[in-house]
């Protein structure tokens, strides 16, 4: 598995971006949730957030739009390796 983050950061809300295995993710931390998502080449991540088509996951976070980068990353690489899971037994979600 190959994360790349290019960004990550900002405070309410904390977000990142980047790929995974080649495939673009989106993080967003706010209030007491954070959501991931990761979607095909070619196609914005935010997307999936509205036609739900590719890997999602969500979880609620103390204060979530405030937490660390190092929380964040945490997070981001617990979801890409349940991602990575997911596409080596054939799914998406």
């Known amino acids: 598995m190959n994360i790349e983050i290019t960004e990550i950061g900002g405070a309410c809300p904390v977000q990142a971006e980047g790929t995974i295995d080649g495939n673009p993710f989106y993080f967003r931390a ?9 979607s095909q080449p070619g196609t914005d991540p935010v997307q999936v957030l509205i036609d739900g ?3 999602y996951r969500e979880g609620e976070h103390p204060n979530a739009g405030r937490m660390s980068v190092e ?3 945490d997070i981001i ?3 890409a390796a349940e991602y990575s899971q997911s596409v080596a037994v054939g799914g998406s979600e």
Do not use: I, L, T, Y
Request: aromatic fraction near 22%; charged fraction near 40%.
């Open 30 to 38: 706010r209030w007491d949730d954070w959501e991931f998502v990761v």
């Open 77 to 79: 690489e617990q979801c």
């Open 71 to 73: 929380e964040a990353r």
């Open 53 to 55: 088509n590719g890997f």
